[in-house]
Structure formats: structure tokens, C-alpha cells
């Protein structure tokens, strides 16, 4: 882990956030079920939003890193057709990844197994 106080951040961050925030239902108060349900839907998109920040952070670093290493050997044009290449990559195994899924889900659900 590169940074190993990122976590530790978001939690805090998070409690932070929930302890000014804390409104949820109560069970010995009956009528208070839809302003308690959208405050908890409120909860889940602060765990949402840290969550994200975290990854944009790391994908940021992520990007300046393959920049800085690559700057002087590559021109921006190559580095877009890299960047594509690698995103249309990834795409290609998400896809096969989802056919061997869906083969084994069928042979599960039908109970048969196609011969290739």
C-alpha cells in the first residue's frame, strides 16, 4: 500500500461526516421512516463520494506517473493511441471474461454443456 493513511482518512473523514449527520430511524418513533430513509440514502452517498475521491486521487497519480515516465520518449499523439490501445485491450478481456461467465451461468441454468 503506497499510502497507508489514505484509509485510515476516508474512515475518519467519514465518521466526521455521519456524527453531524446521524439522523437515522428510530424504533420507538413510528413516523419518522421517510426522513430516516433519506437521510440514510445521504449516508450512503457520503461513503460513495469518499470512496470515489480516493480512486480519483489514485488514478491521478496513476496517469502523472505513466506521463512523467514516458513524456521525453513519446509525443502526445502516441501517448493517446497508447492510452486507447490499452483501454480497447481492457475491453476486449472484460468481454471475454463476461462469455465465460455467461457460458457457465447457462450450462447452470440449462444443464448443458456446448461442445466447442
Avoid at 474512515?11 to 437515522?24: E, F, G, L, P
Avoid at 521525453?72 to 476486449?92: I, P, Q, R, T, W
Amino acid at each position: 500500500m503506497e499510502h497507508p493513511h489514505e484509509p485510515v482518512d476516508a474512515i475518519k473523514d467519514w465518521q466526521d461526516w455521519y456524527k453531524n449527520h446521524h439522523i437515522v430511524a428510530q424504533m420507538d418513533e413510528p413516523l419518522v421512516t421517510k426522513d430516516s430513509r433519506e437521510n440514510m440514502d445521504n449516508t450512503t452517498d457520503a461513503v460513495d463520494s469518499a470512496a470515489k475521491a480516493i480512486w480519483m486521487s489514485k488514478a491521478q497519480e496513476h496517469f502523472a506517473d505513466t506521463l512523467a515516465e514516458f513524456q521525453y520518449e513519446l509525443s502526445g499523439k502516441d501517448l493517446y493511441k497508447a492510452f486507447y490501445k490499452a483501454a480497447f485491450v481492457n475491453a476486449e478481456v472484460a468481454c471475454k471474461e463476461y462469455e465465460k461467465a455467461k457460458e457457465l451461468l447457462d450450462m447452470l441454468r440449462y444443464g448443458s454443456i456446448r461442445k466447442n
